[in-house]
């Protein structure tokens, strides 16, 4: 997990510029990501988390397969017949400009003032909009492996959306979200400074043991 210093990468800028239009919007443009009012409360919190995607075995393999396939395909166009050789070009470009990006995912999270919003980039390149959170839509936010999600598990109506980077090792939380009536369960990784955020938006809705 790598927390954003406040240095914007090109291809983050579009995201960066929404997100002032949006602030500016509410008449609160921030004079700094972490803004203190007089009685203690946090103000106008901007906060961006990476998460590196492991990639699975089988991803790696597919990637394997398709290379592989598209070489052997060109070679025997080029001793057997040139059709053949069109069809490895056809899947060769295929895999490079739609599967493949695909396979190695990176999600950042930007959070802005109790509003949650998860991109997905794909091979470091392509960017995408996946996931949008309010945390006034929020019913609880616990760790993955709480007592206090048991009611929330194996509904079939729920949908389970998993945007942590797979390592069993990284602590990872589940925010339940009831969004136009129909029940999410969202699994992140989250930092304290968010954690604590969202705990002043919605206290009783924060349970962190």
Same mark, same amino acid.
């Given at each position: 997990?790598?927390?954003?210093?406040?240095?914007?990468?090109s291809?983050?800028?579009?995201?960066?510029?929404?997100?002032i239009?949006?602030?500016a919007a509410?008449?609160a443009?921030?004079?700094?990501?972490?803004?203190v @009012?007089?009685?203690?409360?946090?103000?106008?919190?901007?906060?961006e988390i990476?998460?590196?995607?492991k990639?699975?075995?089988?991803?790696?393999i597919l990637k394997?397969?398709?290379?592989?396939l598209?070489?052997?395909?060109?070679?025997a166009?080029?001793? @057997?017949?040139?059709?053949i050789?069109l069809?490895?070009?056809a899947v060769?470009l295929?895999?490079w400009?739609?599967?493949?990006?695909?396979l190695e995912v990176?999600?950042?999270? @930007?959070?802005v003032n109790g509003e949650?919003?998860?991109?997905a980039?794909?091979?470091?390149?392509?960017r995408?909009?996946?996931?949008?959170y309010d945390?006034q839509?929020?019913?609880?936010?616990?760790?993955?492996?709480?007592?206090a999600?048991?009611?929330?598990?194996?509904?079939?109506?729920?949908?389970v959306?998993?945007?942590t980077?797979g390592?069993?090792?990284a602590k990872?939380y589940?925010l339940?979200?009831n969004?136009?009536?129909?029940?999410?369960?969202v699994k992140?990784? @989250?930092?304290d400074?968010?954690?604590?955020?969202i705990?002043r938006?919605a206290?009783?809705?924060?349970n962190?043991l």
């Amino acid at each position: 997990m790598r927390v954003s210093d406040g240095r914007l990468p090109s291809f983050m800028l579009e995201s960066f510029y929404g997100i002032i239009i949006r602030l500016a919007a509410k008449g609160a443009m921030p004079k700094d990501t972490n803004d203190v @009012l007089e009685d203690g409360r946090m103000s106008d919190l901007y906060r961006e988390i990476l998460i590196q995607r492991k990639t699975p075995i089988g991803n790696k393999i597919l990637k394997g397969v398709l290379i592989g396939l598209t070489v052997f395909l060109i070679i025997a166009g080029i001793l @057997l017949h040139p059709i053949i050789m069109l069809v490895g070009v056809a899947v060769g470009l295929a895999s490079w400009f739609f599967a493949i990006p695909k396979l190695e995912v990176e999600y950042e999270y @930007l959070y802005v003032n109790g509003e949650l919003d998860i991109d997905a980039i794909y091979s470091k390149q392509k960017r995408k909009r996946i996931a949008s959170y309010d945390m006034q839509e929020l019913e609880i936010l616990a760790p993955e492996k709480s007592h206090a999600l048991d009611c929330y598990k194996n509904q079939q109506e729920t949908k389970v959306k998993d945007f942590t980077s797979g390592d069993l090792d990284a602590k990872a939380y589940i925010l339940v979200m009831n969004k136009e009536n129909k029940r999410e369960m969202v699994k992140v990784e @989250l930092d304290d400074v968010i954690l604590n955020d969202i705990r002043r938006i919605a206290p009783r809705k924060v349970n962190l043991l």
